[in-house]
């Protein structure tokens, strides 16, 4: 029923909020076991304003096993009953008094194996070894962002700022994402909570006053099969519904 009311919001205004999907306890062996990983990768980026890691299930796999709990599974089969898979990972904290704001935006751009001339995909970056496309707003349409929380998460550490409804416009030209910022909310998160959000939605976070961190753990997850010769650089088979 929790979920139910979770998901509906999910549809239509975005956002949604799933309280202790994960126990305390469960959140901690997650943080020793992104605390102890060797750092030497690219992938990890250390500044003093943010912690970040890039594909962050291929550079940690022992997190799988921590993540994929009963009770993300149950959230997966009700987001995606006939079955998805993890398209994206990555970890990031926002530390003390960080000085990192992130502006208003919309998560367009998705991760690939290569770069390939497709209809409705485009347009396309590439950085190092990493390629990244804007593919059809059905693929964003079908898209799932879980944040799970490490910490707890308020105004004062960066909770991030939406704009409930907004993933029903569609792809918002840059010139007019001022004009829907207007109707903004917070979104306050408990410590093993998670923020479901849809990449279309729009987004924003603010600088950390506090003198606590924001450790965030940020999934996403799709039901669509990229057209052939194009695959997700991070799938994983996580979201897969386990049969009893
Ligand atoms: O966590 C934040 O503060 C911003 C993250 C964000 O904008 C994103 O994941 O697209």
């Known amino acids: 029923m929790r979920t139910m009311v979770a998901l509906q919001h999910l549809q239509e205004q975005g956002f949604a909020l799933v309280p202790q999907l994960?126990?305390?306890?469960?959140?901690?062996?997650?943080?020793?076991?992104?605390?102890?990983?060797?750092?030497?990768s690219p992938n990890f980026r250390r500044s003093q304003d943010v912690f970040a890691i890039r594909n962050l299930l291929g550079e940690i796999p022992a997190l799988v096993p921590l993540l994929h709990t009963v009770a993300l599974q149950a959230l997966l089969a009700e987001l995606f009953p006939a079955g998805c898979h993890l398209t994206k990972a990555i970890y990031?904290?926002?530390?003390?008094?960080s000085n990192w704001l992130v502006a208003w935006h919309q998560d367009l751009m998705v991760n690939v194996d290569r770069r390939a001339d497709l209809p409705g995909f485009g347009p396309w970056t590439a950085k190092a070894d990493w390629v990244a496309v804007q593919p059809p707003v059905a693929v964003l349409?079908?898209?799932?962002?879980?944040?799970?929380?490490?910490?707890?998460?308020d105004a004062s550490n960066g909770a991030l700022k939406v704009v409930p409804g907004s993933h029903r416009h569609g792809v918002v030209p840059a010139e007019t994402i001022a004009s829907h910022?207007?109707?903004?909310?917070?979104?306050?998160?408990?410590?093993?909570?998670?923020?479901?959000?849809?990449?279309?939605?729009?987004?924003?976070?603010?600088?950390?006053?506090s003198d606590r961190p924001r450790r965030v753990i940020h999934l996403e997850f799709s039901a669509v099969e990229l057209p052939a010769?194009?695959?997700?650089?991070?799938?994983?088979?996580?979201?897969?519904?386990?049969v009893a």
């Open 141 to 153: 349409e079908n898209t799932v962002t879980i944040r799970l929380h490490l910490d707890e998460c």
């Open 22 to 40: 994960y126990t305390l306890d469960e959140i901690a062996s997650l943080l020793s076991c992104i605390e102890t990983a060797p750092a030497a």
């Open 229 to 242: 010769g194009l695959a997700w650089r991070e799938r994983q088979p996580l979201g897969t519904r386990v």
């Open 181 to 209: 910022t207007a109707a903004a909310t917070v979104c306050p998160v408990p410590a093993g909570s998670a923020m479901l959000m849809k990449p279309l939605l729009l987004h924003a976070s603010n600088r950390s006053t």
């Open 92 to 97: 990031f904290d926002k530390p003390a008094q």
